[in-house]
């Protein structure tokens, strides 16, 4: 069974609002890391945050994540046109040499 | 940046062809890589894990006889669809892994399979 459940499942919003999607896991992890995939294609990594670490930024991407929650978010600011795609989340329960696990996705729309 | 990719994009193939699909690292020496599937609309879901030289480890539930792995070289991995089914129409991925010890996959653009 999948260990990430996103939410929202999908999301539509304005060019420049910003954006939120949550990630909820089951079992305890080593990492968590957020995809982006555009349509037929494959996953560009967006970030990975470690469980010793509860925040990490990368250019308008800000990554949060709760490990007594087992929960993570995932907040793109001022959004753009561009930032339409799907959005994964995925935990990795070991060290650098275990798998991957994806959650269902969210789908995000950014009305221009 | 570390680039994988596959051939070919997308293939269209009669039932019960076979059909061969290529993972390249081309930037860097893959240890492992994996491959996944993704149904429309839907998340990837690993198939297998291959490390250079050994023989592939299957999700359960992923027939081994039907879909075989081959990563003979630290650049290239293969997977093959064997007597195709419409069922097995799907996007297939790869991704790899470098073996510095860095946790990133690295994913390949896909490959659309369509069975008739």
């Known amino acids: 069974s999948q260990q990430g459940e996103e939410d929202p499942q999908a999301l539509s919003i304005q060019e420049g609002e910003n954006a939120t999607m949550n990630c909820s896991y089951k079992t305890s992890i080593n990492n968590l890391q957020w995809y982006r995939q555009n349509s037929g294609r494959g996953l560009v990594h967006l970030i990975l945050?470690?469980?010793?670490?509860r925040e990490k930024h990368s250019g308008r991407l800000r990554v949060t994540l709760d490990t007594s929650k087992k929960s993570s978010s995932l907040l793109i600011t001022a959004s753009r046109a561009a930032d339409t795609a799907s959005y994964f989340c995925?935990?990795?329960?070991?060290?650098?040499?275990?798998?991957?696990?994806f959650g269902k996705g969210i789908t995000l729309s950014v009305r221009p | 940046g570390a680039v994988v990719s596959q051939h070919p994009s997308w293939v269209i193939c009669k039932s019960g062809t076979s059909v061969k699909i290529e993972c390249r690292s081309l930037d860097f020496q893959a240890t492992t890589m994996f491959w996944y599937r993704q149904f429309p609309k839907q998340s990837l879901m690993l198939m297998a894990t291959?490390?250079?030289?050994?023989?592939?480890?299957?999700e359960q539930g992923v027939e081994k006889d039907k879909f075989l792995i081959n990563h003979a070289s630290l650049t290239l991995s293969t997977l093959t669809v064997t007597s195709a089914h419409p069922e097995d129409s799907s996007f297939y991925i790869c991704?790899?892994?470098?073996?510095?010890?860095?946790?990133?996959?690295?994913f390949g653009p896909g490959t659309r399979l369509t069975v008739t």
């Open positions: 995925a935990t990795a329960l070991g060290g650098a040499n275990s798998k991957l696990t």
């Open positions: 945050i470690r469980s010793n670490e």
């Open positions: 991704s790899a892994r470098d073996g510095t010890g860095n946790y990133e996959q690295y």
């Open positions: 291959s490390n250079e030289g050994s023989k592939a480890t299957y």
